[in-house]
């Protein structure tokens, strides 16, 4: 069992930015980062591969987002810049020990969610 605790959210103006944590207890193959604004479904945001380093962005915020990791504590984040306020949404962090997908289904492990809201 890997607990995945997120950090970082909170209000921001339109233009800003703001950094998500999301820490892991044990090794994973995959994390990704998922989204899910009112009265909408859970959308995928990015994710990142520990063995290659590889990443992966939803069109709607690549060039805007990066996510990056720390190899010491099996932590993961989400730089996001020029937010918009449809970026406003519960962020999700993920994980898994055996896929590389956009797929909410393909992860075991899930966060308790952190909310960003992003004034105009």
């Known amino acids: 069992q890997v607990q995945l605790v997120e950090s970082g959210g909170g209000l921001v103006q339109a233009g800003g930015s703001l950094r998500l944590s999301c820490a892991a207890s044990?090794?994973?193959?995959?994390m990704a980062w998922f989204r899910q604004a009112p009265r909408k479904e859970r959308e995928f945001v990015a994710f990142f591969t520990w063995s290659d380093g590889s990443t992966y962005y939803a069109d709607s915020v690549r060039g805007r987002f990066t996510i990056s990791r720390d190899n010491a504590d099996n932590t993961i984040y989400l730089q996001m810049n020029s937010l918009k306020p449809e970026d406003t949404a519960v962020y999700y962090c993920?994980?898994?020990?055996?896929?590389?997908?956009?797929?909410?289904?393909?992860?075991?492990?899930w966060g308790q969610g952190t909310h960003v809201t992003v004034s105009l």
């Open positions: 993920a994980a898994d020990r055996g896929f590389r997908s956009a797929l909410a289904s393909d992860y075991s492990y």
């Open positions: 044990g090794r994973t193959y995959t």
